[in-house]
């Protein structure tokens, strides 16, 4: 998810019960949301999470972004990666979405092998909500 998005997607993803462990949460400009009402699960503990955030975002700042990883890696989180983009701002990049794809491929391997630039939107946003 992208921003409010992104916080969704920490919020809902990294809680879920074993029996609908997500097979992976990416997160755009995102950060904790609710973070007193949030707490890892044991099956979150083990989704791998990609959050990718740009360092100069004047929105969600990159600070918040930084705060979300160690409160989320302290509760337990082992497989959460903070991806800085340099000089980013609350937008999405070329490069940004390729490393988004690479995360979904990895974590979801019959995702289209096309490289992200060489999709066009609607390629992109199909191979997205094909992952699911």
């Known amino acids: 998810?992208?921003?409010?998005?992104g916080a969704l997607s920490l919020f809902t993803g990294l809680q879920q019960p074993p029996e609908k462990k997500c097979a992976g949460v990416?997160?755009?400009s995102g950060y904790l949301a609710a973070s007193k009402k949030f707490t890892l699960s044991e099956a979150g503990k083990t989704t791998p999470t990609l959050h990718c955030h740009g360092t100069a975002d004047p929105m969600v700042r990159f600070s918040w972004a930084e705060q979300t990883r160690d409160a989320i890696v302290q509760m337990g989180a082992e497989n959460y990666e903070l991806r800085p983009f340099e000089g980013l701002p609350h937008s999405v990049s070329g490069e940004e979405l390729q490393v988004a794809l690479d995360f979904i491929r990895k974590v979801l391997p019959n995702v289209p092998q096309k490289a992200a630039q060489d999709m066009s939107m609607r390629e992109l946003k199909?191979?997205?909500t094909r992952a699911g």
């Not at 998810?1 to 998005?5: A, K, L, N, P």
């Open 26 to 28: 990416l997160v755009l």
């Open 1 to 5: 998810g992208f921003s409010q998005g």
């Open 126 to 128: 199909n191979a997205i």
